[in-house]
């Protein structure tokens, strides 16, 4: 994951969220653009109980 990305579960939901929400359409733009791996961020925020919804492009 890269430094920039937080590591912390709670502060990774946030930053993803407001990223999704402002700049990319989907999350699989976002992981490209971000150079992200889909299948870790999805189980790292799995972890807290939060899903992608890809109607409300966001993770709940």
Request: charged share 15%.
């Amino acid at each position: 994951m890269s430094s920039t990305i937080p590591n912390d579960p709670v502060m990774l939901l946030s930053y993803i969220n407001t990223q999704l929400r402002d700049h990319y359409p989907s999350l699989e733009d976002l992981c490209a653009a971000l150079n992200l791996e889909q299948e870790f961020l999805t189980q790292k925020l799995g972890a807290i109980d939060y899903v992608y919804n890809k109607i409300q492009n966001q993770f709940q």
